[in-house]
């Protein structure tokens, strides 16, 4: 039976990758993720991005399922290992569905590291450092980031909550989430999104419907 679920755990996980990439965008999503999104820096150079995704309540249980194998009740690292690298794995052929720009420039990542999943108060969470693959210098402008699922198969949402963060960042610099589709937008938001597609071209916010997260820093 143990077999089974970790087949079907693989199967499943698979079959939402799959069809994430041939469900048309007008199709309700069926696998919910909120998140939380850390910018990172090392000495103002930006370095990468540090996920933490909370997965819904469907997803968490079939993922869990014949995983508490000394059935204490809880998913201890042993436990979750397997699971851990069947999401990573089949993250990978996605890009980990984060998108990085510098102005209207698509910026590469290097593979993740730190990944580890959690279990905490019914809540499963997928832990990972996302590092870009060239570091951007200090002083950097037009850059943003945004993590969906471009079927709209996965919904990803940001938490309600802190959801986006800078770590270690030089004095001055800031994160704006802009909601392209809110119907009131934050001014703050507008301004900084009109100003980039004014400097950098539409394409420097171009994702579409999806949130993005712009990185601004006051010129000193």
Known sequence: MLEFNKSYRLAAFIFVAVLATI??????PHMWVTYVLTVD???GSVTGVDHVWSF???YTAMALEGLDTNN???YDQSELAELLKVNMDGLKEFNYFTVAKLGE???EFSPPTNARLDYTNGVLRLYFHLPLAKPLPPGAEG??????DPSYF?????????????ASAPEGCAATLIDPDADKQDEQAKKLGD??????GAGAIGFGSYKTVAISCKKS
């Open 72 to 74: 204490d009740g809880k």
């Open 41 to 43: 820096y090392d000495k």
């Open 23 to 28: 469900v048309p965008v007008s199709a309700h």
């Open 56 to 58: 819904d309540d469907s």
């Open 143 to 148: 850059l943003t980031f945004a993590v969906f």
């Open 154 to 166: 996965i919904d990803f949402q940001p938490e309600k909550t802190d959801a986006i963060k800078l």
């Open 195 to 200: 100003a980039m597609a004014q400097q950098f």
């Open 105 to 107: 420039k698509p910026l």
